[in-house]
């Protein structure tokens, strides 16, 4: 039964924000991001720490990538989980992995902070305990890093978790990824990179898709054709969306993340995503390129809440010598559909104020314009369908009048001097919320339109206005 909103603007959202509540919808809003700036915009500064924690008893050496001359306040950060075994020498290599990506990215205004464990397990601790501790060890640690390295973190910092390998294996934990070893998930970590991502089966079979489903936060996966996470192999074996990596993409694709990105690179092997330095001008260089630019936009995308699908808006990746990709993005819409009836002051206008539909928006609104004056509006609104086309006939009124939307709200108010009016929408955060379609159509009574009591009856209608609601 369609629910009646006798007051104004206050009780809609009310009723929304509490419905979404009841259904697990709702979730603590994140600050934004300005993003990053182009590359070579800062000066990077590099240091080396051997030693310089024990989590868990293990001895843990950190590098820092860090952009000079940022603004004040909490600067983005990106902590990286290397691949398995890169601790065992007891330093960060000369060359760490991945060390062009770092200094593009710090050179863009990203803090980089490259984790490494020296011993993948301790007592008590396997693999995904242990680096989980490391992470949340630095997530806690914020002001003992910029004592150390002078970098600006705190607990506003938004943080992007990145892995290679075991590196990826572990880090995706943080974005909600559970193989049953606890919740190590954490409101400032906003996407994850995953390089060589996690392979259904892989560790006595451990990564399992039920597990990679709960993924909650933007991912982008990369993988090759020579590294498809056959058990005991780097070697190709299946074609890449039925291999074991391809299949940890299809689960993260089918579950609770609002945007997922994976892409399997023709002829690479386990090695050969900048984990290892490239020869000058070989295809790998070229291909490494590629990555990084598209991290980039992944990661500025990530920061700024995802205002669209930046260059992932295709049905496949950008670049070269791609063999499989799969991604999902939702981006908000908000469109005028079907037709609107007229007034004594012409057809009433529908719309929306406040920014874009994202999950998160608290000022969102859908608004009405062109009404006469002080009239009465009665608003009918939908969660869940979209809008009806070409309409249905609404009995007693003007024959131009159609309904767009199937009742389920009414929303009751009178219009401004102007004819204006707007009903207050605030969008909750959270993934389950990304993709909901709503519906909206206004009714604006004009007594000087028909008389009272004669028929048809004095209103006119808006079209009606369609929103997805977008990550």
């Given amino acids: 039964m369609p629910t009646m909103l006798h007051a104004q603007t206050t009780s809609f959202p009310f009723l929304l924000v509490a419905s979404l509540a009841l259904s697990g919808l709702a979730a603590m809003a994140q600050s934004q991001s300005p993003g990053l700036s182009p590359p070579g915009t ?8 051997d030693n310089f924690t024990t989590v868990q008893g293990v001895p843990v050496d950190v590098k820092v990538y860090r952009p000079l001359g940022l603004p004040a306040g909490a600067a983005p950060v990106l902590l990286y989980g290397p691949g398995g075994g890169s601790g065992t020498s007891g330093q960060i290599a000369a060359v760490p992995q991945h060390d062009l990506l770092w200094r593009r990215l710090a050179s863009s205004g990203l803090t980089v902070v490259f984790l490494q464990n020296e011993q ?3 007592p008590g601790a396997n693999f995904w305990q ?8 630095a997530l806690a640690n914020s002001s003992t890093l910029n004592a150390a390295f002078g970098t600006q973190l705190d607990n506003a910092s938004p943080v992007v978790v990145a892995g290679w390998s075991l590196g990826a294996a572990t880090v995706v934990q ?13 409101a400032r970590v906003r996407g994850a990179v995953l390089f060589a991502n996690p392979a259904i089966g892989a560790y006595g079979g451990v990564i399992t898709s039920n597990g ?43 579950g609770a993340s609002p945007f997922v990105f994976g892409v399997c690179f023709t002829d690479a092997n386990h090695f050969e995503y900048g984990a290892q330095p490239a020869a000058a001008g070989s295809a790998n260089a070229a ?12 990661v500025d995308l990530v920061l700024r809440g995802l205002p669209d699908c930046g260059p992932f808006t295709g049905p496949s990746w950008p670049g070269p010598n791609v063999a499989w990709s799969a991604q999902r993005c939702t981006p908000p819409i908000v469109a005028v559909v079907g037709q609107g009836c007229a007034t004594s002051a012409g057809i009433p206008l529908v719309g929306a104020s406040g920014g874009a539909p994202r999950a998160g928006n608290a000022s969102f609104a859908i608004t009405l314009a062109n009404a006469p004056a002080a009239a009465p509006v009665v608003s009918v609104l939908r969660i869940g369908e979209p809008p009806f086309v070409p309409g249905v006939p609404i009995g007693g009124a003007p024959a131009c009048a159609v309904l767009h939307v199937a009742p389920e709200l009414f929303w009751f108010g009178v219009a401004d001097a102007l004819g204006s009016a707007a009903i207050a929408l605030p ?8 993709g909901l379609p709503l519906g909206c159509q206004h009714a604006v009574f ?18 009606a206005l369609r929103v997805v609601v977008g990550n």
């Avoid at 000087?448 to 079209?463: C, D, E, K, R, V």
């Fill in 130 to 137: 242990l680096r989980g501790a490391v992470v949340q060890w």
């Fill in 212 to 254: 990679l489903a709960q993924v909650d936060k933007p991912v982008l996966a990369i993988f090759g054709t020579d590294d498809m996470g056959q058990p005991g192999s780097y070697t190709p074996g299946s074609p890449p969306a039925s291999s074991p990596r391809g299949l940890g993409v299809q689960a993260m694709l089918g």
């Fill in 42 to 49: 800062y000066t990077i500064a590099e240091a080396t720490i």
């Fill in 446 to 463: 004009d007594f000087a339109h028909a008389p009272f009591g004669g028929l048809p009856l004095p209103f006119g209608t808006s079209p």
């Fill in 287 to 298: 291909r490494i390129e590629v990555i990084n630019g598209h991290v980039q936009a992944f």
């Fill in 174 to 186: 943080h974005v909600g990824a559970d193989f049953g070893f606890g919740d190590s998930s954490d």
């Fill in 427 to 434: 969008l909750p955060t959270g993934p389950q919320v990304v």
């Fill in 120 to 122: 993948e397990t301790a």
